[in-house]
């Protein structure tokens, strides 16, 4: 088992609509976690971070954690082409202090 | 304006060579990284550095080697025994302390590295 799981996509949704990513974890001493977004050939860059249970919001991004469930997801509101871009979900593993990250799910905007 | 800086951009490795990249940051961070990226996937970590002359394998350490003499450098060098090095390498850094605004990780813009 992966210890963080992303589906692949590509996930395509409408400009406007809401675009919702889905990440699992198997460490459940995870505390910290981080969705980045990566264009393609540059560097990721943190968009989101969360380590309560519950949602935290900025702007139009929406964090979500379940940590019963092992479950962290990214709602994207008012979805544009500019969104479009690989989402890594990645979560600080037990008390190393290393980031691990999923392999990320590909996010399509249309017009 | 503090940042990391990756260098070079692009870089071909011949076979049986020995590459180093560079990555340098000014932000006055303790702890730095390297992670590299194969198409479609994601980061997978190589070496870490929580301090200067410490440092610990990631989870693909093999056929890589670094060094940490200045807690601003932290170079990365894929010798001839890395039989893939095709992929694109990341150097990251973050704060040392307590709290949740040093767990954040800050990226440097990455080197791809070819194989000729």
């Known amino acids: 088992q992966k210890e963080v799981e992303q589906n692949s996509g590509p996930l395509s949704v409408p400009e406007g609509a809401i675009a919702s990513l889905n990440c699992t974890y198997s460490d459940r001493g995870s505390q910290s976690f981080f969705w980045y977004r990566q264009y393609s050939g540059k560097s990721p860059e943190l968009i989101m971070f969360i380590y309560s249970n519950g949602d935290k919001e900025d702007g139009r991004f929406t964090a979500q954690l379940n940590k019963a469930s092992q479950y962290v997801s990214l709602l994207i509101r008012d979805s544009q082409p500019s969104d479009s871009a690989t989402y890594l979900c990645?979560?600080?593993?037990?008390?190393?202090?290393?980031?691990?990250f999923g392999a990320g799910t590909r996010l399509a905007v249309h017009p | 304006d503090g940042g990391i800086t990756q260098s070079p951009k692009y870089l071909f490795r011949k076979e049986g060579q020995n590459v180093t990249l560079s990555c340098e940051q000014n932000?006055?961070?303790?702890?730095m990284y390297w992670y590299r990226q194969d198409p479609g996937q994601g980061l997978r970590l190589i070496y870490y550095s929580q301090i200067v002359n410490d440092f610990q394998k990631g989870d693909i350490a093999e056929g890589y080697s670094v060094s940490r003499e200045k807690k601003e450098s932290f170079p990365l060098t894929v010798t001839s025994a890395q039989k893939n090095p095709t992929a694109f390498y990341l150097c990251?850094?973050?704060?040392?302390?307590?709290?949740?605004?040093?767990?954040?990780?800050?990226f440097g813009s990455g080197t791809q590295l070819s194989v000729l």
């Open positions: 990251a850094s973050r704060d040392s302390g307590t709290g949740e605004e040093y767990e954040k990780l800050f």
């Open positions: 932000l006055n961070h303790d702890a």
């Open positions: 990645a979560v600080i593993s037990g008390g190393y202090n290393k980031l691990i």
